[in-house]
């Protein structure tokens, strides 16, 4: 490989990674760079340090520190309540309003429309001994790191959350938005393109965990990329006991009205555009996660004028005879939702039912918006001529 | 769907106990608003910490090198957080308030560590505190990391793993935007090659 013609100082290169040089200088460079086979490999070597970063996983155990942290915090409460402001309207009354708006939550949590109402997991007929009797469900589950692993971190790969796990006994049920290509919604009247507010370097996840804007779904089609789909995962923690899943189910943990019209997009790991450098940062082909093979696939279409409670049950497409869970082993599925055709923000939660009528539910999904008029935004219509150079940032265009 | 009185006292219950209320002792009634506030506000505190312990523990883990020491430090992070969390739950910069403790905790510990392991170090083995034996037992890239300035450390992978921008990073950590851009530049190159040297490349 030649040596840059132009002797590039590295300090000008790494700025320029970090999207920190004047626009007339990256400019200029951009045009250097696209000739320059001594700066691209340069760059290559920050790209393959950044991945070799993001990379590495914490070892920490985080069922550790939170046992650790509540300790702490209990031990600290009774300075805490001292301190607190007494505050009049959480009277008695309110209190009990917290407690039934609790009660409700988690009783949304563990039922399902369509199932027999016991929430406890039991094991099939001829194991007992190894359900605890006083487990609650709880989306904080008590798993080792070590069981963490063996459940969730194949093939998911890191990517479910504790948070998105729930336990009773037994089994490990996660529940996770599946849409490899979720929707966003954008402000209405706008022409230009649209500048992309989520993290980049964390495959704008925003759009993921419905941190910044809801998702939004505005055909659901069956079994397409735009479907409102429900990835799955449950595990048998059990060492003795197998397990068989009966049927699978979906519950609308919580609606609420919307009216009016939204502009949506596809998903900007596959369509967005940066604003000054096109070779590199973006990941291409899509950023949805891989869930590797599926045990289950199962359909479901909320009737019309379903609302918060309302559960349907799926039909399975999949061979049922692979729902049978081993000791130590898991499934992964995946449910294809029709939701009602009313506007409004959706959030679902899955439900398992097992041989014997046991039933586990699931950690609801961040909301889904659905509204039957929407404008769509696609990468595809977009040019770079019509993205503003500066400030750097992902851009998509409206067709 | 209907429930026997037995399944909902069980849930009740449960409900109760989830909340750390005790079952057999209700309250005062004037403690009763502010226990309740309490456990509605410590619920929250435990989603809280789920959404945002494994980018807090694995920066820490980065940052020191070290699991025991990373352990300690989310533990603290998130206590902090628990301190303040009635005012900093629902601000929009939650994450930068929560690096930048994370932040500050890393930088404090390796200043104690460092001086501590120092000495002690060099009492009992004259010249074993090179700091490429200290830490032979980690893999290549973290060595390679913990071989950076902390600073350094500290910029390279908000800007790079945890996606802050430069004038983020500036402000998290009360530097210049130059100073960010010189830490980047040192980080990556003092990286780059000692990356390539231990993998014999360079």
């Known amino acids: ?399 | 769907m209907s429930l026997s009185s037995a399944h909902l006292r069980e849930r009740w219950q449960l409900v109760m106990a989830s909340m750390r209320i005790p079952p057999e002792q209700p309250a005062a009634r004037s403690d009763a608003g502010v226990q309740a506030h309490d456990a509605v506000l410590h619920q929250e505190f435990e989603a809280f910490f789920w959404r945002y312990e494994g980018i807090i523990s694995r920066y820490l883990w980065q940052m020191v090198g070290d699991q025991a020491a990373a352990t300690d430090l989310c533990q603290e992070t998130f206590f902090r957080a628990w301190r303040h969390f009635a005012r900093i739950k629902d601000h929009p910069q939650v994450r930068s308030w929560l690096y930048r403790v994370a932040t500050n905790l890393a930088m404090t510990h390796r200043q104690h560590q460092a001086m501590h392991l120092q000495s002690t170090l060099d009492d009992l083995y004259p010249g074993a505190s090179d700091p490429g034996r200290r830490i032979a037992d980690h893999d290549l890239v973290t060595r390679t990391l913990q071989a950076l300035p902390p600073k350094h450390r500290s910029v390279l992978l908000l800007f790079d793993v945890y996606g802050h921008s430069g004038s983020e990073i500036a402000e998290m950590l009360g530097m210049s935007i130059n100073a960010v851009k010189m830490a980047l530049h040192r980080a990556r190159e003092q990286f780059r090659r000692e990356y390539l040297r231990e993998e014999g490349l360079e």
Not at chain 1, 49 to 73: C, G, M, N
Not at chain 1, 155 to 162: A, E, F, K, L, Y
Not at chain 1, 192 to 197: E, N
Not at chain 1, 261 to 289: F, K, M, R
Request: charged content about 10%; aromatic content about 10%; hydrophobic content about 40%.
């Open chain 1, 1 to 399: 490989m030649n040596p840059c013609a132009l002797n590039i100082p590295t300090e000008t290169l790494s700025a320029f990674y970090s999207h920190l040089l004047p626009d007339d200088e990256r400019a200029a460079l951009e045009a250097h760079i696209a000739d320059c086979a001594a700066c691209r490999y340069h760059l290559a070597a920050y790209a393959a340090i950044r991945h070799v970063l993001r990379r590495q996983r914490s070892p920490v155990d985080a069922e550790t520190v939170w046992r650790r942290l509540d300790d702490q915090i209990i031990m600290k409460r009774g300075s805490f309540m001292f301190q607190a402001p007494k505050i009049a309207w959480l009277s008695g009354l309110a209190l009990f309003a917290v407690v039934v708006i609790a009660f409700v939550a988690v009783f949304a949590l563990q039922s399902s429309h369509h199932t027999t109402p016991i929430t406890i997991v039991s094991p099939t007929p001829t194991g007992t001994a190894t359900m605890a009797p006083t487990a609650t469900a709880k989306p904080v589950p008590t798993l080792t790191a070590q069981q963490f692993d063996a459940c969730f971190g194949v093939p998911s790969d890191g990517v479910i959350q504790r948070n998105e796990i729930v336990r009773i006994g037994d089994i490990a049920l996660a529940s996770k938005i599946a849409t490899v290509l979720p929707l966003r919604m954008l402000p209405e009247g706008a022409t230009s393109p649209y500048r992309l507010t989520g993290d980049p370097s964390n495959n704008f996840a925003s759009s993921f965990v419905g941190e910044a804007d809801p998702l939004v779904n505005p055909t659901q089609p069956n079994q397409n990329p735009y479907a409102s789909k429900l990835y799955f995962q449950i595990c048998n923690l059990s060492t003795s006991t197998t397990y068989h899943v009966s049927t699978v189910g979906a519950t609308i943990s919580r609606f609420t009205s919307y009216s009016g019209s939204l502009n949506v997009a596809s998903h900007p790991c596959s369509e967005s555009y940066y604003s000054s450098a096109t070779h590199q940062d973006i990941e291409t082909g899509g950023c949805g996660w891989a869930t590797g093979p599926l045990n289950i696939i199962a359909n479901a279409t909320f009737p019309p004028g379903s609302t918060t409670g309302m559960g349907v049950t799926g039909v399975m497409t999949k061979d049922t005879t692979k729902t049978t869970m081993a000791p130590g082993k898991f499934l992964t599925g995946m449910f294809y939702i029709t939701l009602p055709s009313t506007p409004g923000t959706y959030s679902v939660s899955p439900t398992v039912q097992f041989d014997g009528g046991s039933t586990i539910s699931g950690v609801p999904i961040p909301p889904y918006i659905y509204a039957p008029v929407a404008h769509v935004w696609d990468g595809k219509a977009c040019t770079n001529v019509s993205i503003p150079a500066s400030p750097p940032a992902y851009y998509i265009c409206r067709n």
